[in-house]
């Protein structure tokens, strides 16, 4: 009854048939990869070539409408066509994205349709539960399922490492944990056991954290079923570009170039520097998710009140939080409103005349 039944193992479930149960089999693939322009296109038989037709660039102009690794496409292939062309994507489950810097509404994308985001830290210098947060908050912004990997556990002491849990569970955090070292590989085969085949997990973390490490530990494990959607399985992986990676297991794995300069959620980092004196008062506030508008026992509202505090200073934060609330909203909460503000950045556009 479901012709794209083959397409499981890629990822595909109920949430995309409903949206192209109409298409021709063979007309659907999923994007492995992008390089500038070209797509790395992959379907229930084979690893192509694609390209995004210009009908779909005329109407989609922001970035995060192009396709992006993870994505599902709609497809015209030609027999004697050596790349195919994109017509359209269906829409996305869940995502991973970065807000564009400036005042823009564009989003940069990371990756999309995930199950789940392993946030990967080094438990040697790069541990940082701030961090960590602002990665939970983009994870569940975009609706998939987050996970916590500790890696180089062989480079501390193991009260170092059950430390740096109790710091992430005191922090609220109930996200599952899991520890390994790359050298001794302990740690390594339990977390391959949590990779279940037909989902999605993407990695992410800093530069140096041992993500590539990881994974070519993940495609040697089982070198000989494992192969490389992208076709470029030599064995050796290097994060030149993200790219979504079969494992023998089944399990689909993308790996993502450092993210040194991840600039996420803007908003909540710029209040740490320019509101920080409201933030430290509101550890006071007797409500943990006080809005200090006027919530019994606020110390934000009390300092205003003795003179602590600039009641201009409050405002603006109040302001700034208030902008920044539509970006805090979950991605999935937000699909049906981001429609309506599509509809309305397009009625805009036409009446400014802009293409
Ligand atoms: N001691 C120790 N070193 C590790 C471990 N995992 C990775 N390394 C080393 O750490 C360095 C960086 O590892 P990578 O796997 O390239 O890190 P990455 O997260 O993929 O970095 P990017 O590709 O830049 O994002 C390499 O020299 C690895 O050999 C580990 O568990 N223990
Ligand atoms: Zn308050």
């Given at each position: ?8 193992q ?11 149960a ?6 659907i ?32 102009h922001?970035?995060h ?6 994505d ?9 066509d ?13 995502l ?32 940082n539960v701030?961090?960590l947060?602002?990665?939970l ?9 987050p ?8 480079l501390?002491d193991p ?56 994974i ?11 192969k490389?959607?992208s ?9 030149v ?29 710029g ?28 110390a ?10 600039s ?5 603006n ?17 937000k ?21």
């Amino acid at each position: 009854m479901d012709k794209h039944v083959g397409l499981n193992q890629l990822g595909w479930n109920d949430w995309f048939e409903e949206q192209a149960a109409d298409m021709a089999a063979g007309s659907i693939a999923r994007v492995a990869a992008v390089d500038r322009d070209q797509l790395l296109l992959v379907n229930e038989s084979h690893t192509f070539r694609g390209k995004v037709a210009r009908s779909y660039l005329h109407r989609h102009h922001l970035s995060h409408e192009l396709p992006c690794v993870g994505d599902w496409v709609c497809l015209e292939k030609a027999p004697g066509d050596d790349v195919a062309l994109v017509r359209t994507l269906l829409e996305r489950r869940t995502l991973l994205r970065r807000k564009s810097a400036g005042i823009s509404i564009d989003y940069q994308m990371i990756a999309a349709n995930l199950d789940y985001v392993v946030i990967v830290q080094s438990c040697h210098f790069d541990f940082n539960v701030n961090r960590l947060e602002r990665y939970l908050v983009m994870v569940l912004d975009g609706g998939a399922g987050p996970c916590i990997l500790l890696t180089k556990t062989d480079l501390v002491d193991p009260a170092v490492v059950a430390e740096q849990i109790a710091a992430i569970r005191s922090a609220g955090i109930t996200a599952p944990i899991l520890t390994l070292s790359n050298v001794t590989r302990e740690g390594v085969d339990e977390l391959t056991r949590l990779l279940l085949p037909g989902k999605t997990y993407c990695f992410v973390g800093s530069s140096g954290v041992g993500k590539s490490t990881l994974i070519n530990q993940l495609i040697g494990n089982e070198k000989l079923e494992t192969k490389a959607v992208s076709g470029s399985g030599e064995g050796r992986h290097t994060t030149v570009r993200r790219e979504l990676i079969r494992l023998g297991s089944g399990a689909l794995v993308i790996d993502n170039p450092g993210m040194r300069e991840f600039g996420i959620l803007g908003a909540a980092e710029g209040f740490e520097g320019s509101h920080s004196d409201i933030i430290a008062l509101s550890s006071n506030c007797r409500f943990r998710d006080c809005s200090h508008t006027g919530e019994p026992g606020c110390a934000v509202v009390e300092a205003v009140q003795s003179g602590a505090l600039s009641r201009e200073h409050l405002e603006n934060y109040l302001k700034l939080t208030e902008e920044s609330e539509f970006h805090q909203m979950s991605y999935v909460e937000k699909r049906k409103k981001d429609k309506d503000f599509g509809k309305f950045v397009k009625s805009v556009k036409k009446d400014l005349k802009l293409k």
